[in-house]
């Protein structure tokens, strides 16, 4: 998160641009739109699926004639847990032209409005929970599948979220500071949207992410107004008072 | 000669169980036979006990045995990848004359599919970096199974270079010396020009660029100056820039890929 700015002049193509659709027999259609971007004729169109470190990638024609040139088949990858990516690459330089990150085939997304924080009920051995970054870059809470009712107490049960949540907060902001080195004002990514929403916590901006103590301090005042939103010490003060 | 199964979810539970416990004593090799543990897979594949001499070495082995299965199935099977791990598990975590074994992270050993330490497991990612990139994964895979280093870990951990053939391919041209068949000399270490500075190197061309789509000798091209002493010592007597291009492009096109090169292109 070193810089902000997009400086590069690449264009983000918007979601309702574009559709993917999955097919029973394993291919997918991709609809794409991209007239009056102000992109040159010539930028070449590559669709890319990918999981993980495994990417099949799909050339999809011009910015003048968008269709793809190849069957928009899946060898490597179910399109059951892909993501999808749509770049606009200057065919001379390699440059990217305009970009879209981190689509779901249409029916798998959330309708608009997206988690900030997944969760998900794992066997993940003598830990409670923990938080982890997934391939996507989205953070996820994990609750041990060992804990009855996991995934309803951390919805309701206001001393399970009491003992997680500001912890777990704390824990991704950490996570995406560690993990991303830069990020962009008009970035879709889970990064920049997190630190939107710690931004308007704290209703400061960001610290150069360089400056290490800055940034500590920054997640601790988005940690505090994220607790003091919540009734968490209430929820905690009701519990300790009523087992005693 | 042991046909390949898969552990069933009971089975991966064990033998994570086993490994969280400390991996003490004997592998549970019982698992890879049981049928309450373990299952067949599609096709009739068959593993023997070898000892390999790196996770290059495994890895070839690996992608020549494995060639039946649908890759689709095979590539986030953790089944069959923690089978394969507990088959070779004395060899990838050797127990001491007291039975310790000197284990790392359980990524290493058992999949953690969802999460961002896919990277980590020895014996799926020896397959894959070979299945992906042939003989230009050399260079990251010439240590012992039993050991995790940080080249491995910049190249192969970071999904900025290791999916992108084009960017492996210029690491392998950076950090492999051909002649000796080694890691060259430095390349282990953290200093400018060193593969950690190359992932950063990737990371940030890649909100500019799509290396995919470009020529070996553009990406290079691209690389700072601190990356000039490794493109140098691969041709001392000629002009670094020229055998540059012309190695990374021979590199490329050896392992039947090219800069843009994909799988459906």
Request: aromatic content about 8%; hydrophobic content about 40%.
């Amino acid at each position: 998160m070193r810089s902000r700015i997009n400086s590069t002049g690449r264009k983000k193509i918007q979601r309702d641009r574009i559709a993917i659709l999955p097919r029973e027999d394993g291919r997918f259609v991709c609809d794409l739109d991209v007239a009056n971007l102000g992109l040159p004729p010539t930028g070449r169109i590559v669709v890319e699926a990918h999981r993980q470190s495994i990417t099949e990638r799909f050339d999809f024609g011009t910015v003048a004639d968008p269709a793809p040139l190849t069957a928009l088949s899946l060898r490597q990858l179910d399109i059951e847990d892909v993501t999808f990516r749509v770049k606009i690459v200057d065919p001379e330089s390699g440059r990217l032209l305009a970009r879209a990150d981190r689509l779901l085939p249409n029916g798998h997304d959330e309708g608009g409005r997206r988690e900030l924080l997944t969760v998900k009920i794992k066997d993940i051995g003598p830990e409670p929970w923990k938080v982890e970054i997934d391939a996507a870059g989205e953070p996820v809470l994990i609750l041990n599948d060992a804990i009855p009712a996991a995934d309803s107490r951390i919805m309701s049960d206001a001393l399970f979220q009491a003992l997680i949540l500001p912890a777990a907060f704390r824990q991704v902001l950490h996570l995406l500071w560690a993990e991303n080195e830069q990020l962009e004002q008009d970035d879709d990514s889970p990064a920049s949207r997190w630190l939107m929403f710690a931004q308007a916590l704290t209703n400061r901006e960001p610290p150069d992410w360089d400056a290490s103590d800055d940034v500590v301090e920054w997640i601790d005042i988005a940690c505090k107004a994220f607790a003091a939103q919540h009734p968490f010490m209430m929820a905690f003060k009701e519990a300790v008072n009523g087992g005693s | 000669m042991v046909a390949v199964r898969r552990l069933n979810d009971q089975g991966i539970h064990e033998f994570r169980e086993w490994l969280e416990g400390g991996a003490w004593g004997s592998a549970p090799h019982e698992l890879l036979t049981s049928p309450l543990k373990s299952e067949p897979l599609s096709a009739a594949i068959d593993v023997e006990q070898r000892s390999f001499s790196s996770r290059f070495d495994l890895g070839q082995y690996l992608n020549e045995k494995l060639q039946l299965l649908p890759f689709t199935n095979m590539a986030f099977d953790t089944g069959l990848w923690d089978w394969l791990t507990l088959f070779w598990f004395d060899q990838i975590a050797a127990p001491s004359a007291t039975g310790k074994r000197n284990l790392r992270e359980i990524a290493r050993y058992s999949q953690d599919s969802g999460g961002r330490r896919w990277s980590r497991h020895v014996v799926r990612m020896s397959w894959l970096s070979v299945h992906n990139h042939g003989d230009n994964a050399r260079y990251f895979l010439s240590t012992g199974l039993d050991r995790h280093t940080d080249v491995l870990e910049q190249i192969a951990g970071q999904q900025e270079i290791f999916g992108s053939r084009a960017a492996v391919a210029l690491g392998a041209h950076l950090y492999w010396d051909k002649t000796a068949n080694v890691l060259k000399r430095g390349a282990g270490g953290k200093s400018a020009g060193s593969p950690r500075r190359l992932s950063r190197f990737m990371k940030q061309i890649r909100m500019t660029y799509d290396p995919e789509a470009m020529q070996p000798e553009q990406l290079v091209e691209l690389l700072p100056r601190e990356f000039s002493r490794w493109r140098e010592k691969q041709e001392p007597q000629t002009s670094a820039a020229p055998a540059a291009k012309g190695l990374l492009a021979r590199l490329m096109k050896r392992n039947g890929t090219s800069a843009s090169a994909s799988s459906n292109q």
